[in-house]
Structure formats: structure tokens, C-alpha cells
């Protein structure tokens, strides 16, 4: 490492504030969708409160939509698009005003990056920072828009995607083009990555965090690699489509030893069921182990919802240490100042703010729907006693 080599601080681009509101923010914004998606998964199996006062309406809401699935499928899945036309416009309202502080940031970021390169320049050090702190951004985004995809029409979300508005597809368009100034942005710096910057001396001193392995900036196989991302990124719409495939089969990956487990679980049950409604139980019993089986389905879109955030979630973490651990590493090439306290600092921690208190409010809610969803079960599970007791009489 030369001793001579020296990068200017940017608070602006790696100050503390900075990094932290986006962190801050990838790591909050999953709340809110979560416990959106949470309570859609409460709908056709427990409670839902869909705008009915009290929990008796709730708990009656709750066995109403339990026989409908039962004796109709087709007409369950109306009732629930019913429903969410009118009861899911807050969930989605929440996940919108989520998705737009985190696109704001990242937008933000990436404008004042080209800023600085064009009028000021920007070393190569900045800059990697700006990929990764934007990659960030777009994920946690792109994460937020399929939610509010999924709220808008959540039956519908994985084969009507023809029939969406302009409007709903606001935030996956955006999204996209998010990806694509974010793949023009790495093109630029990977094709000229030796010589980028006001101070290009430096650039084979800077190191780069890989899955545990420091390896030169200007490495050039860490090159092509730039390369081969940003250049598969830098089509609209297109790139939204490689990456929800290529984390589809990431989470795939990830799961498939739970899946496995999972499909034993199930022939194992299958079996059990067959043969123990020979012996004589009652119809009650037998419609609580159909159910049961019928809870654990592989299809369950819930199940394809979380399968396709899991991978985003540890994107989203590599990330963010591949970011800290490019400032560590990398720490005594860079001047004092860096993590002096700036306006723009100080404008990303107050974007943080109804970040929070959106989800302290998505948590409470959380919280009542599940008190009414164990006495909606407690109900449910006295009612066969009641009727056989009336029966025996």
C-alpha cells in the first residue's frame, strides 16, 4: 500500500448518517411488508378484521370465510377480492409511503454521485460505495413494490400481471429504471476502473469485500464481474425480470433442504390420515387432520411471498457488509473528515422518521390481530365440543 496515496473525505456519499438511514431503512421497511403480508395470510386461515367493529364481527368474519373455502373455492377468492377492495388500501398506503422514502434515498444518492463525477469528481473509493449503498436501495424498494403488487390483487398477483394499472405498476417501472441508473452508473466506473476518478493513483490500493476475500479494485476478474452485473442490469424491465428469477432460484436453493424435510412431513401425514380415519373417530376429529394437511399445501402463496423475500433479505445483508467492510479495509487511505456531521447527513436521518413510526404502528396492529386470532381458535375449537354435548342431549 503507498504511503503517498491519499482519498479526499465525502461525508456526503460515506458519511455515518448517510449509510446508516439507508441500513436503517432496507432493515425497517421489511416490517411494514411483512406484517402486511402477515395479515393477508390471516385472511382465508384465521381472522381478519375487514373493517367490522369488534372481535365478535371478527370471529364471525373469521368461520364465515372457513365455510366458504370449504363448500367454494371460487367464491372464497371473490369474497376475499371483495374485501381487500375496500380494507386493503391503508396496508397498501403504508407499504407505498415505505416504498417512497427508501426510493427517494437511493434516487438521491445516485443523482449526487453523477454530480460529483461530472463537476467535482469522485475516486474510485466513493464510488464503489455509491453501487453498493444504491443496489441496497433498489432492493429494498423492488421489495416494497412487489408487496403493494401483491396487496393490490393478492389472489391474481403471480398470473394477472397483463391486467395491472399504470397507477399499481408505478413502483415497479420506477424501480426499474432505479436498476438501470444504477447499471449505467457501474459501467462507467468498471470499464474505466483503473484509471477512474480525480485519483487514479490510488485505485490498486483500494480493496474490495467478497464473501469473506479482500481482492484489488482493479483485480481483473472483480472487473468482469462488474461488467457482467451492470450490463445485465442496464435494460428497463428486462433486469427486474432476471433478478426476481435469479432470486427465485436463490431461494429455491436456500429452501430446498426444508422442502425435502417438508415433503416427508407430508407423505408421512398422508399416510397416518389413511389410516386412522379407518378406525372410528368422529367427523370433527377427521376434518381438524384434513385441515391440518391442507395447511401445509406447497403451493400456499404465502409460502411463494416469503420464499421470494428471503433471498432479497440476505442480498440486502450481504450488502451491507461487503459495504462496511469496504470503508474498514480500506479506512487509512482515506482522510480525516469522513464521518463529519453534514446537512446532507442530517436530512437522511430525518427520512428515517416515518420509517419508524410506521412500523411501531404496523407492529401494534400486528399485535391485535393476533390476540383476536387466538380467540377466534379458542371459539373454534369449543364450538364441536358444544354441538356434540347438544347432540348427546
Not at 41 to 54: E, Q, Y
Not at 348 to 370: E, Q, T, Y
Amino acid at each position: 500500500m503507498s504511503n503517498s496515496c491519499t482519498i479526499d473525505a465525502n461525508p456526503d456519499i460515506a458519511g455515518i448518517g448517510v449509510r446508516v438511514s439507508i441500513y436503517i431503512q432496507a432493515l425497517l421497511a421489511i416490517i411494514p411488508a411483512a406484517v402486511a403480508l402477515y395479515q393477508y395470510g390471516m385472511t382465508h386461515t384465521t381472522v381478519k378484521n375487514f373493517g367490522v367493529n369488534g372481535e365478535a364481527d371478527a370471529i364471525r368474519e373469521y368461520h364465515h370465510q372457513t365455510e366458504l373455502w370449504r363448500r367454494d373455492p371460487q367464491a372464497a377468492k371473490q369474497h376475499l377480492r371483495d374485501l381487500y377492495e375496500s380494507a386493503s388500501k391503508q396496508d397498501r398506503a403504508v407499504v407505498r409511503g415505505a416504498w417512497l422514502a427508501v426510493q427517494v434515498t437511493g434516487a438521491a444518492l445516485l443523482i449526487s454521485a453523477f454530480i460529483q463525477v461530472k463537476l467535482y469528481g469522485l475516486d474510485l473509493y466513493h464510488a464503489l460505495i455509491v453501487i453498493n449503498l444504491s443496489w441496497i436501495s433498489h432492493m429494498t424498494a423492488l421489495g416494497l413494490a412487489l408487496t403493494e403488487l401483491f396487496l393490490a390483487d393478492p389472489v391474481d398477483f403471480f398470473f394477472g400481471w397483463g391486467q395491472k394499472s399504470l397507477k399499481q405498476l408505478l413502483p415497479y417501472i420506477l424501480c426499474s429504471l432505479h436498476l438501470t441508473a444504477t447499471a449505467a452508473f457501474g459501467l462507467w466506473v468498471f470499464s474505466n476502473i483503473d484509471d477512474f476518478g480525480g485519483n487514479a493513483g490510488c485505485n490498486s490500493d483500494i480493496h474490495y469485500w467478497v464473501f469473506g476475500h479482500q481482492v484489488s479494485a482493479t483485480n481483473p476478474h472483480f472487473r468482469k464481474a462488474g461488467l457482467v452485473i451492470s450490463g445485465l442490469a442496464i435494460c428497463p424491465n428486462i433486469n427486474l425480470q432476471l433478478e426476481i428469477l435469479f432470486s427465485g432460484l436463490v431461494g429455491f436453493l436456500l429452501s430446498l433442504p426444508g422442502l425435502i424435510i417438508h415433503i416427508v412431513v407430508v407423505i408421512i401425514l398422508v399416510v397416518i390420515l389413511l389410516l386412522v380415519t379407518k378406525l372410528c373417530l368422529s367427523q370433527a376429529q377427521k376434518d381438524k387432520l384434513t385441515k391440518f394437511l391442507g395447511d401445509l399445501g406447497i403451493h400456499n402463496p404465502m409460502r411463494r411471498v416469503y420464499g421470494q423475500a428471503m433471498p432479497y433479505a440476505l442480498m440486502i445483508m450481504l450488502f451491507i457488509i461487503a459495504t462496511e467492510e469496504l470503508i474498514v479495509v480500506n479506512r487509512e487511505l482515506v482522510s480525516d473528515g469522513e464521518n463529519d456531521w453534514t446537512f446532507g447527513q442530517t436530512l437522511a436521518m430525518f427520512v428515517l422518521l416515518p420509517v419508524i413510526l410506521d412500523v411501531i404502528s404496523k407492529l401494534r396492529r400486528a399485535s391485535r390481530l393476533g390476540i383476536v386470532r387466538a380467540k377466534a381458535f379458542s371459539q373454534s375449537e369449543t364450538e364441536p365440543e358444544d354441538d356434540d354435548s347438544e347432540s348427546a342431549a
